[in-house]
């Protein structure tokens, strides 16, 4: 299914994240399903880089835990080929790692074309600003993959402007100033940055922060189409992970978690219709 | 685009999260007003003078000219406050961080000499001043530790990745992401994104206007060659700025580890290709090369985009110095001059033998960095001196 497909849809979509292979290459193939059957409509996985910047702690120590499992480029392709889920996949990661698979040929072409091998939908790019972000938007208009892009409340209008020329997929509104990681409220700055957007024609999908259904519900009732949800499910990960639990429960709570969120999700819509 | 706002012909730039597009774009026009504001200038030069002790000499190496042929002259920036160059960047971005009304510094460090400059700018300026250091240089650098505590900085000891500068960096770039209000984050060479590999390089090029001119007013003529150890390559560029536009070559000693053919070294222009690193567009070593320098303080996995371009443009050249000879270097050194330069020092000292020996260069400047107090428990067992 395609990205647009899901957002055409008249719910809002639940978008959750974990890394692959946090924290182990198997357990984390059961996450990934787990999160499909709470109710996930696309999934950004992760590609871990050994330097990221400005990670929250959560999703730091979910990188370390993926890498020392041995999580590379390549093995996060078989990943993806493996992973039995039917809703778009998004890989969330750095440039560092996509220009370097284009070997000596360098570039970005060689990383969207496996990508679109294994049936990857899209791509967030932590660290790549639109303005430069021409030969990856060129690669993935050759293979039919969707680009998006970060917009946070600091974002300027002359970035914005960068950024709407090359969005594709969706945008992912982020909901405030600050490193990743759960959050206990969720901020009003998210109504003001998508009052900003309101004219762009592509889904706003909102994370940063999102950590409860009720969460949820608030965002999408600021007029969001879509919540990304990371840390909080990271820290079910890890937690299940320091306790040695089995990967199946684990694996239950996850579900349940996103079942909790996307519900959340879903209210927040039913609000907004009643109170029309 | 241009070096002015951070192109160095296609290096540098700024690739950082959105949330940290805004906050650097901020810092960005605050640098470009107080490199116009003369009455900054003139503080920081004077810091720099009373403080810190510039101007530093232009020494006439003579026994090592002897030993090595040539004629060689050090910059002596062994001499400021502190032991290194560092102080000259350290106490720039400390004056503007106070001037955008930041309450807090914090800083990565590898050898602990800009940890050092930090920790004492901070106390000069009275600023919450914290410093991430990786595992293993804090025990590799037990002595500067010890001063930028007694300083009054909080050293924060990094356990992640490989323990080193680079994760350092991670973990201040997470800190400063996190606190972006009230924070600085005081980059410790021309590395990073933009601004801060043409801010760093503003502050450091006192020592190239110096030396330039001291050489025609000592020398009589510019030097054939200007010569450096780069890690991120603040020494490097602070010494090559103000010779740019001469007929004078550059040569940069990178911290060669085991060697370039080896897979464990921390030569990223020698051996390496384009990557995106920390914020830039540089070289960055490959993917199978484990950084690895005995020098703490070039064991870093990337290196400051101007050298990147001025490899790909050919106007400096690079080369991996190997442990061994760096620490060869710095026997020699310490036994011709009386002189303990610093383990990162030596692999500029070491190139400039190499220059002596390979090219018809006659006349050289090599910075000399900084002092080799803190590396004294590495020397001491390398050379059995117990
Ligand atoms: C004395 C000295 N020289 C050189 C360096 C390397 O840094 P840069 O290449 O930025 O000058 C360091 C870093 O710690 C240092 O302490």
């Known amino acids: 299914m395609s990205l ?20 182990s290459y198997e357990a984390s193939l059961e996450y990934v399903e787990a999160l499909e059957r709470g109710g996930a409509d696309v999934i950004e996985l992760g590609l871990p880089f050994s330097e990221p910047i400005a990670e929250g702690s959560t999703i730091q ?75 990856l938007r060129e690669a993935c208009d050759e293979f039919g993959l969707d680009l ?53 024609d592509v889904p706003k999908a909102v994370g940063f922060g999102i950590k409860t259904g009720e969460h949820a519900e608030r965002i999408v009732r600021a007029g969001a189409d879509g919540v990304i949800v990371g840390s909080a499910l990271v820290d079910i990960v890890a937690e299940g992970h320091e306790g040695d639990e089995p990967v199946a429960e684990t694996a239950e709570k996850l579900e349940a978690k996103a079942r909790e969120l996307k519900t959340g999700a879903l209210r927040g819509v039913g609000a907004a219709v009643e109170s029309e | 685009m241009s070096e002015d706002t951070g192109d160095f012909e296609g290096y540098g730039g700024r690739h950082v999260p959105e949330m940290l597009e805004e906050p650097l774009e901020h810092l960005a026009e605050a640098f470009d007003g107080i490199v116009r504001d003369e009455a900054f200038l003139e503080e920081f030069r004077s810091i720099l003078r009373q403080y810190a002790g510039r101007p530093t000499p232009l020494y006439h190496a003579e026994n090592l000219s002897e030993r090595w042929g040539g004629e060689i002259y050090l910059k002596r920036e062994d ?12 106490v720039g971005q400390a004056l503007l961080a106070r001037e955008a009304g930041k309450e807090r510094l914090i800083a990565e460090t590898g050898a602990g000499q800009h940890g050092t400059a930090t920790a004492m700018a901070g106390a000069l300026f009275d600023m919450d001043t914290e410093i991430y250091m990786g595992r293993k240089d804090i025990e590799r650098q037990r002595m500067n530790v010890f001063r930028m505590r007694l300083m009054g900085a909080t050293v924060t000891e990094v356990t992640r990745g490989g323990e080193g500068l680079a994760d350092a960096v991670d973990t201040a770039l997470e800190d400063f992401a996190q606190n972006i209000e009230a924070t600085h984050y005081l980059v410790g060479s021309v590395v990073g994104p933009d601004p801060f590999p043409r801010m760093v390089r503003e502050f450091q090029s006192v020592i190239g206007k110096e030396a330039r001119e001291q050489s025609l007013e000592q020398i009589g003529h510019l030097p054939d060659a200007a010569v450096a150890c780069v890690g991120g390559g603040s020494n490097a560029i602070g010494l090559f700025h103000a010779f740019r536009d001469d007929d004078v070559a550059f040569y940069g000693g990178e911290g060669g580890g085991e060697g370039a053919d080896s897979q464990r070294h921390a030569a990223p222009l020698d051996d390496g290709s384009d990557d995106v690193i920390h914020g830039m567009k540089t070289r960055v070593i490959d993917d199978d090369t484990e950084v690895h320098s005995v020098s703490a303080g070039l064991d870093y996995p990337g290196v400051g985009p101007e050298h990147a371009m001025f490899r790909e443009t050919g106007r400096a050249q690079y ?17 011709e001059e009386g002189i303990i330069p610093a383990l990162e020092t030596s692999h500029g000292l070491a190139m400039a033998k190499r220059v002596l020996e390979e090219t018809d260069h006659e006349t050289i400047v090599v910075n000399l960095s900084g002092r080799g107090d803190k590396d004294m428990e590495t020397a001491a067992e390398h050379f059995d001196l117990g």
């Open chain 1, 4 to 23: 647009d497909a899901v957002f055409d849809s008249e719910e809002p979509a639940f978008v959750p994240y974990l890394a692959a292979g946090d924290p």
């Open chain 2, 79 to 90: 001499l400021l406050h502190g032991g290194a160059h560092k102080i000259n960047n350290a």
């Open chain 1, 148 to 200: 998006i892009f970060i917009v946070a409340p600091t974002t300027t209008d002359d970035r914005l402007e960068s950024m709407r020329e090359r969005v594709s997929g969706y945008v992912y509104v982020q909901a405030r100033t600050g490193v990743t990681g759960a959050r206990e409220d969720v901020s009003d700055q998210t109504a003001q940055t998508l009052d900003r957007i309101s004219d762009w």
């Open chain 2, 319 to 335: 080369r991996a110095i190997t442990d061994d000879e760096a620490l060869d270097a710095f026997r020699t050194l310490s036994e």
């Open chain 1, 61 to 135: 120590s979910a990188i370390v835990r993926a890498l020392k499992a041995g999580m590379t480029p390549e093995r996060y392709f078989e990943f993806v080929e493996e992973v039995d889920v039917d809703v778009p996949i998004v890989c969330m990661t750095y440039y560092n790692l996509i220009f370097q698979y284009g070997g000596s040929e360098g570039g970005p072409r060689k990383f969207v074309e496996r990508a679109a091998d294994v049936g990857i939908e899209g791509f967030v790019v932590v660290d790549l600003p639109a303005e430069e972000a021409d030969p």
